[in-house]
């Protein structure tokens, strides 16, 4: 004959779902944080990954510069590849040397970490410059 | 068939004299005062199917109340035996009579208890029950001459009992199980939503953790936007020091003037112009100070030195 109050059922019932609403607000509360960190982990990691890409892939930094060194019009230059770095630098260099050469590391995504361009005559220049990846 | 056998059996009168006041369990025969009964013959087969007229078929024949109902076959066909109580009624009587609720094994009607007994049955100093047309009935002592006083050592109890709605007078049952029926819906809807929710805060961590590993990065996020920091700052350098350098290149010299040193040293250019008039270095000057560049300047000899932050 013992029975449970109908009241008290409804109560527990509503505290349920009071439970249940809290549980809820936490949970959408998380996802919004799940969100927010996804997407700035997103962000950061496609930045990165293009950053390293461009500035420290060693191997195809060194690819290019080589490349770049290769050609003819740049055979009088002094070049010396180091560990993180490639000096390059030149007691005498006409215009058009200089020219080939600054257009083409200045258009690459190279890090030029210093650079000195002294004129000594009418026509050439006296370089020094360092690559750093 | 015998129901909780162990149980002491009480008749339940609110007439009677003498308090009961039982500490131990039992079971109770309702006298005929707590309830309405009719036999009635119907075209039905089933109890279940008698019980949805029940209201109906008391409807103007019984005094108005909050009433319980219920049935059980008789012996012949579509014959059934119909009652009406309220239960507020027969928890009062059993409150009286110092029964607590919890000590009720079960609850029967007279009707069904007695309708074997053959002469009347004295149930209290002024009524006595006996059966007429198979219904146990209650009447005055002075009607009827022949009575015995009732016992129940000999009663064996049927199967026919009811459960009362203790707080039927409270609350209309109709309207809580619907409000709790609405109740479950919307904690299954929540049940539903806080899974879904879960499960979708899981899978966006899930593939938080997929691009640690597609992007090979560090494990904690402070590495990483340290490591970005430095990289965002080389790259934010190189591009200015490209874009000064256009500017610098592009500047409009006169014949005389020739530029004869450019040297880039961590975060400083200087830059040493030669043949510079006094009046000229404004032009210079101002030209790349209006494409935004920090400039600060020393003449001497008509040569002109600048420097400029990164």
């Known amino acids: 004959m013992n029975r449970i109050n109908p009241i008290y059922a409804l109560a527990l019932l509503l505290v349920i779902i009071l439970m249940l609403v809290y549980k809820l607000d936490s949970s959408k509360n998380e996802l919004k944080d799940n969100i927010l960190t996804y997407e700035a982990t997103q962000k950061v990691a496609v930045k990165l990954s293009a950053l390293k890409d461009t500035y420290a892939n060693k191997t195809k930094t060194k690819k290019a510069l080589k490349s770049i060194l290769n050609n003819a019009l740049l055979k009088s230059l002094d070049t010396k590849f180091k560990k993180t770095s490639l000096s390059i630098s030149a007691k005498s260099i006409n ?5 080939f050469l600054m257009s083409k590391i200045i258009n690459g995504s190279f890090i030029i970490s210093s650079m000195k361009i002294s004129r000594i005559s009418d026509t050439n220049v006296e370089l020094k410059m360092e690559i750093k990846w | 068939m015998i129901f909780n056998s162990n149980n002491k059996l009480l008749f339940l009168d609110p007439n009677a004299d003498t308090s009961l006041h039982v500490e131990e369990k039992v079971n109770i025969i309702l006298s005929p005062s707590l309830y309405w009964v009719k036999k009635v013959t119907l075209p039905v087969r089933s109890v279940r199917e008698v019980s949805k007229l029940l209201p109906t078929l008391f409807e103007d024949t019984i005094p108005d109340g909050s009433y319980s109902y219920s049935a059980y076959k008789a012996t012949v066909d579509n014959e059934f035996y119909i009652f009406a109580y309220e239960d507020k009624k027969i928890l009062d009587t059993i409150t009286k009579q110092n029964i607590s609720i919890a000590n009720i094994g079960s ?9 074997s007994i053959t002469n009347a049955m004295k149930i209290n100093e002024t009524q006595s029950v006996y059966i007429k047309d198979d219904i146990v009935v209650l ?11 009732l016992s129940l050592d000999n009663i064996t109890l049927s199967k026919h009992k009811i459960t009362l709605k203790q707080f039927g007078h409270i609350v209309d049952y109709k309207s809580l199980y619907g409000i709790a029926s609405v109740m479950l819906i919307f904690i299954l809807i929540l049940v539903v939503e806080v899974y879904t929710t879960s499960s979708k805060a899981q899978d966006i961590s899930d593939k938080r953790d997929a691009i640690f590993s597609k992007y090979n990065l560090k494990s904690t996020m402070f590495e990483n936007k340290a490591i970005l920091n430095k990289y965002n700052k080389i790259h934010k350098n190189q591009i200015k020091f490209r874009k000064y350098f256009s500017y610098i290149l592009a500047l409009k010299l006169k014949n005389s003037e ?51 932050e990164l």
């Open chain 2, 139 to 149: 009447v005055p002592c002075c009607w009827i001459e022949e009575k015995g006083h």
């Open chain 2, 107 to 115: 609850i029967h009607f007279a009707q069904s208890e007695f309708n």
């Open chain 1, 95 to 99: 215009a058009k040397t200089l020219n």
């Open chain 2, 258 to 308: 020739k530029m004869t040193s450019f040297q880039l040293n961590k975060k400083t250019i200087a830059i040493t112009f030669s043949g510079v008039l006094k009046n000229r270095t404004s032009y210079i000057v101002s030209a790349l100070k209006k494409k935004g560049i920090k400039v600060s300047e020393s003449y001497k000899n008509n040569m002109l030195h600048l420097e400029i």
